[in-house]
């Protein structure tokens, strides 16, 4: 399996602050890395795939970068509705592979 | 607008075996060369992929349950289907289904069902 492992597991943020989440796959994934949004009692949301793709309705100040084993969300000017849990996964092979969750908290 | 919802047992007992079905509306099982999956998130928890089946009938699962899981598809009730058979406590979990392409995100997401494990 591909083990992902996200970094930090909790951030503290402020509205308007800038956050860096990063995600490392112990295996070479190519670009097949996705990020996830989920908030409390809800499926996660797809906010970018192929590591760098932002989703239709995604608002632009989520971006991906990344390739082959290392991987970062950042999310600008933090809104009030962005503190919510991120996930990354991986898509290049079976069996899929999630990582830990980042919370990201009011400050 | 393509919907997906779970149903099935909320408890189940130890030893017991969790059967789960994902109806789809707004949208076919058999159209476009999708993948049709389960995803499990124990409370409080991270997700773990179960395993999914391809509008062929072919199956994939994570190799941890893959002695235990069956996923099976319904294509008359537009309808897929887990069953994990002997069930322990750390089954428990919010279940989702869920469909993605190959290489490409879960774009589409049931609602979620808690199944307790619990005598």
């Known amino acids: 399996d591909i083990q992902m492992t996200q970094s930090p597991s909790l951030v503290s943020a402020s509205v308007g602050d800038r956050v860096t989440i990063t995600c490392r796959a112990s295996q070479g994934i190519s670009s097949w890395l996705v990020w996830y949004q989920q908030k409390p009692g809800k499926a996660p949301k797809v906010l970018i795939s192929?590591?760098?793709n932002l989703q239709s309705g995604v608002p632009s100040r989520f971006s991906g970068s990344g390739s082959g084993t290392d991987f970062t969300l950042t999310i600008s000017n933090l809104q009030p509705e962005d503190f919510a849990t991120y996930y990354c996964?991986?898509?290049?092979?079976?069996?899929?592979?999630f990582g830990q969750g980042t919370k990201l908290e009011i400050e | 607008q393509l919907q997906l919802q779970e149903s099935g047992p909320g408890l189940v007992k130890p030893s017991e075996t969790l059967s789960l079905t994902c109806t789809i509306s707004g949208g076919s099982i058999t159209s476009g060369t999708y993948f049709w999956a389960w995803i499990r998130q124990p409370p409080g928890k991270g997700l773990e992929w179960i395993g999914n089946i391809y509008y062929s009938g072919s199956t994939f699962y994570h190799p941890s349950l893959m002695s235990r899981v069956t996923i099976s598809v319904d294509t008359s009730k537009n309808q897929f289907s887990l069953k994990l058979p002997s069930v322990t406590a750390a089954d428990t979990a919010i279940y989702y289904c869920a469909r993605h392409f190959w290489h490409a995100p879960f774009d589409s997401w049931g609602q979620g069902t808690l199944v307790t494990v619990s005598s």
């Open positions: 192929a590591a760098s």
């Open positions: 996964q991986q898509a290049s092979r079976f069996p899929y592979t």
